[in-house]
């Protein structure tokens, strides 16, 4: 148990007033970090059911905000926890062969999960006991770590929480160092009132007076079409909106389409309700497209039930054409893998979003909002107060609570490998 020891004192004396209030709540027993109440005490609980790990993936807590410099301090203890367990040559490898593990289990690959889990202060030391059998306290475990990798907290080690327990300790070491720039350079001169996007994360956070007023799960682009890491600003909301189409949907999507179904004699533009429209700004008769000559055209949907914006559509300066908006099929944010995009950034429960933008305009309520949503009614509002956004990639942060805090590195950016995306 040397290895424990030395690591939490070496957390203690780095970031002891970051660490100090975690401490405080186990007394006098500083040889455990226990994991923060308020923000995640439902991984306490029960095994999940299928209901309650979609409520967790469309829900998430608020817990503490991503970009702040109070995390600064608990990142650079992180990074001295993580060094020295890179030191004592790194974490177990939990094989991949034992398939499904939960609660109940006896099995020695059980001895190396706890191992593992209390190198990474997701498990007590005393609970680190050697013992082969799946009981309840490593259940929790399980959920700490699922729960702070990104992964939904069932407790069940699946194929999934296997591959996130077995990226290696140098990995994680690496995106900490990595990350500890990008949060400090995002955290100096942050405004009272903003909102974060968080790419690997799959989260947009709405921040104010360093407080997380709601958080929201997001959908985010596809790998082979990245969302953009940009510095924007909120400065108008399209309700109802018209959309009209990016070039990346009309090159990949949209025309492949059409060749293929004008092949069979099928319209796909009256097939989706889209309208097309030549350099002159003409409507064109949909049926007399050359799809193989298509690409100087424009496209546009109306609003309504097909239209993928949803009612409202977040718009701000950029020079990606992208945006944030809501979706007619929100099947998506139950899922715990949503990098499933063009490049925008789809949110969940934008409804709560949009009254905390509008909330310095006058005149706006969530019946009013609510309102418009039902009637369909189009309308574009312009803010007086533009709120400041953050598209930013951060795969790993620590917060003053003490937890340290993984996802996956989606697109690749942290020089590490696949190894940290492949879960």
Not at 9 to 34: E, H, K
Not at 37 to 45: K, V
């Amino acid at each position: 148990m040397a290895l424990r020891t030395m690591s939490l004192v070496a957390l203690a004396t780095l970031g002891s007033a970051v660490f100090a209030p975690v401490l405080a709540q186990d007394g006098n027993n500083t040889s455990w970090i226990r994991w923060p109440g308020q923000a995640y005490r439902s991984t306490d609980q029960p095994s999940f059911d299928r209901q309650q790990m979609k409520q967790w993936e469309s829900q998430p807590p608020k817990g503490f905000p991503t970009l702040s410099s109070t995390n600064l301090n608990a990142m650079k203890a992180a990074i001295t926890l993580y060094a020295d367990v890179v030191a004592q040559g790194g974490f177990p490898r939990i094989p991949e062969s034992e398939g499904t593990m939960a609660i109940g289990l006896l099995s020695p690959t059980v001895a190396l999960v706890k191992q593992r889990l209390a190198m990474s202060s997701d498990l007590r030391r005393e609970e680190n006991d050697g013992s082969t059998n799946f009981g309840y306290e490593l259940e929790k475990g399980v959920k700490r770590f699922q729960a702070s990798n990104g992964l939904t907290p069932t407790g069940v080690i699946d194929k999934r929480t296997v591959a996130a327990l077995n990226v290696p300790a140098a990995a994680r070491l690496k995106q900490l160092q990595i990350n500890v720039a990008r949060l400090t350079t995002l955290s100096v001169g942050l405004p009272k009132k903003y909102i974060l996007v968080n790419i690997p994360a799959q989260q947009i956070e709405a921040v104010e007076g360093n407080d997380v007023y709601s958080r929201h799960s997001g959908v985010v682009g596809k790998l082979d079409r990245q969302t953009p890491i940009l510095k924007s600003s909120i400065q108008q909301l399209n309700f109802n909106p018209v959309w009209h189409l990016p070039p990346t949907v009309v090159s990949q999507d949209l025309i492949p389409k059409g060749i293929e179904m004008q092949r069979r004699n099928q319209d796909v533009l009256a097939k989706l309700g889209i309208d097309a429209y030549g350099a002159d700004g003409r409507k064109l008769d949909s049926s007399k497209i050359k799809w193989t000559t298509a690409s100087g055209l424009s496209f546009k949907q109306q609003p309504g039930p097909e239209n993928p914006l949803g009612f409202v559509k977040l718009n701000f300066p950029n020079s990606h054409s992208t945006y944030m908006h809501s979706t007619p099929s929100d099947n998506l944010f139950t899922r715990n893998f949503r990098a499933a995009s063009s490049g925008c950034v789809r949110v969940s429960s934008i409804e709560t979003l949009v009254d905390w933008v509008l909330r310095d305009q006058g005149g706006w309520s969530p019946e009013r909002i609510a309102g418009i949503k039902t009637s369909g009614e189009r309308l574009d509002v312009t803010l007086k107060k533009p709120v400041p956004l953050y598209w930013a990639y951060i795969t790993a942060w620590a917060t003053a609570d003490g937890v340290i805090q993984f996802r996956r590195d989606l697109y690749e950016k942290d020089g590490v490998g696949a190894v940290a995306a492949a879960y």
